[in-house]
């Protein structure tokens, strides 16, 4: 747990390279929030996480009215930078697991690749009780995928991560074509017994880096920032290096931005029991 919480609080000393590094979302997975979610001009929105505000603006451009909850204060001070415009959205400093908010409060609840750091002993029954009784969830990640476009990069790059960084080498394992991204969340989200009603919409990305974007993007990573900073300069300094000599200077990395909607049930626990029934039914 310490180990974890390390990891989480080590984003905000990097908020200034996260804020360019990071990709985008599309804003179609948004579309499909707001479609389920029902959300209207009135509607009020939480959300875990807002990091810089890379899912915040999306949303306080489509006129909602959001609290957005952020640990770190430099992530923070950047979201509120470029949300000024947006008087309808507050951004809080606070730790999501001990702030106290208002019961049965919003109609969505939303966290862009944030959520997993939330303790799973709570995560679920504190998003409920802050939801109306007819909220809806939305957690959503860009995960990794490999298709032929993206596979000549994987073995030069990883022979980098095998010589600079063999801790992280061990632990990698190559990604899944797009459409068997895994949902490991459709059965945590079930298993909760709180949230019925689920929905999985898988979005494709491709994007493409210049090799010194590219190790930026890695250097937001809390994985590669639990490195030492020698470590870490080495490491993505030897994969810049490779994208330069190897792939003239350009690489393509290709995601899933993965959504997770749900609603709240009005009589929890029956999702654990149509858990079954559910997963077989979601759309992808």
Not at 14 to 26: E, H, I
Not at 244 to 252: S, Y
Not at 266 to 280: D, F, H, T, V, W
Request: net charge positive; charged share 25%; aromatic share 8%.
């Amino acid at each position: 747990m310490s180990e974890n919480r390390h990891r989480r609080n080590s984003y905000d000393s990097a908020a200034g390279l996260y804020d360019s590094a990071r990709p985008p979302y599309p804003e179609a997975l948004f579309d499909d929030i707001v479609s389920y979610a029902k959300l209207g001009a009135d509607s009020r929105l939480l959300e875990v996480g807002c990091g810089t505000g890379q899912a915040t603006i999306p949303m306080a451009r489509r006129g909602y009215a959001i609290d957005a909850v952020e640990l770190g204060a430099q992530m923070a001070a950047i979201a509120r930078d470029k949300l000024s415009a947006f008087p309808k959205v507050k951004i809080i400093v606070a730790d999501f697991e001990t702030l106290s908010l208002p019961r049965g409060t919003y109609d969505l609840l939303l966290s862009a690749t944030a959520f997993h750091w939330i303790d799973p002993a709570i995560r679920f029954q504190k998003a409920r009780d802050l939801l109306k009784p007819s909220g809806a969830l939305a957690l959503f990640w860009h995960r990794p995928t490999l298709t032929d476009l993206s596979r000549p990069y994987l073995e030069p790059l990883q022979a980098v991560y095998e010589r600079v960084a063999p801790e992280l080498a061990r632990d990698f394992s190559p990604p899944p074509r797009p459409e068997d991204a895994r949902t490991e969340y459709h059965d945590l989200i079930t298993a909760s017994g709180l949230f019925g009603d689920m929905l999985v919409r898988k979005h494709y990305v491709t994007m493409a880096y210049s090799a010194a974007a590219y190790a930026s993007l890695l250097g937001t990573f809390s994985d590669h920032r639990s490195l030492n900073a020698g470590k870490r300069e080495r490491l993505l300094a030897g994969i810049e290096t490779v994208v330069n000599r190897e792939f003239k200077g350009k690489i393509i990395r290709e995601t899933v931005a993965l959504l997770y909607l749900a609603r709240g049930l009005q009589e929890p626990g029956k999702a654990a029991q149509i858990g079954l029934s559910r997963q077989r039914l979601s759309r992808v």
